[in-house]
């Protein structure tokens, strides 16, 4: 079945430091792709997605592209800040059948340090 | 806008006794999902809901589980009797249609010991 696989963490990073999360997944359809943000104590909240092949999302200065050719949906920030510390979560989405049903990798905690 | 709401947010129980879940979801939404996320692995769908009737449940250990949502509205997810493996934290989320943006709630993380 569908399956999305994490970089293991946890991270740790210095404030304005580079990040890149990686996932990578396996489908048998064309899923749609998305990102989750869990800060402490909160519901899980959507972060990005990208529907289709060569699809950018951004949102909050974090952008993924959907890679298809590398079933990839990398992670990136240019420079991040003590706020961003949280767990990611990457996911699919197989819309068949007129439902989405959700697919997670299994979390990457990050830690940004001052 | 009231987001999803969730009670309780922690329950401790011990192996074999029982344990409900109450999940509210944002108005006007048709769509409601029951989410088991285990320490250290992302969530898992146990059971979506269309208004009040169900639409997937094959992730659902139906042994134990079971799920309502009596009049398309608010939700309650149970376990009976329940085992150590159950330890978890319960998410619902809802979502205005079935494929559009799930929204999800804080979660009940349950410790059965």
């Known amino acids: 079945g569908d399956s999305v696989t994490q970089m293991e963490g946890p991270v740790t990073l210095s404030e304005e430091a580079f990040l890149t999360i990686n996932c990578t997944y396996t489908?048998?359809?064309?899923?749609?792709l998305f990102w989750y943000v869990q800060y402490p104590g909160e519901g899980l909240q959507l972060l990005l997605k990208a529907t289709k092949a060569d699809d950018k999302g951004s949102n909050k200065g974090f952008e993924a592209t959907y890679r298809k050719e590398t079933t990839s949906f990398h992670l990136e920030k240019g420079s991040v800040q003590v706020s961003d510390s949280a767990v990611y979560f990457c996911?699919?989405?197989?819309?068949?059948?007129?439902?989405?049903?959700?697919?997670f990798g299994q979390g990457t905690r990050l830690t940004i340090n001052p | 806008e009231a987001g999803v709401a969730q009670s309780p947010r922690y329950k401790i129980i011990e192996k074999r006794q029982s344990v409900a879940f109450w999940c509210n979801p944002i108005s006007g939404h048709a769509t409601l999902y029951w989410y088991q996320q285990i320490l250290g692995q992302g969530p898992k769908l146990l059971i979506q809901f269309q208004n009040n009737g169900v639409v997937d449940d094959s992730q659902l250990p139906k042994d134990r589980f079971s799920a309502e949502r009596l009049k398309g509205v608010d939700s309650t997810l149970k376990i009976q009797p329940a085992k150590l493996e159950d330890s978890a934290v319960y998410l619902c989320?809802?979502?205005?249609?079935?494929?559009?943006?799930?929204?999800f709630g804080p979660g009940t993380r349950l410790t059965v010991t």
């Open positions: 989320a809802s979502s205005l249609k079935p494929t559009y943006e799930q929204y």
């Open positions: 996911a699919l989405s197989d819309t068949g059948q007129g439902a989405q049903k959700l697919v």
């Open positions: 489908a048998t359809g064309y899923p749609s």
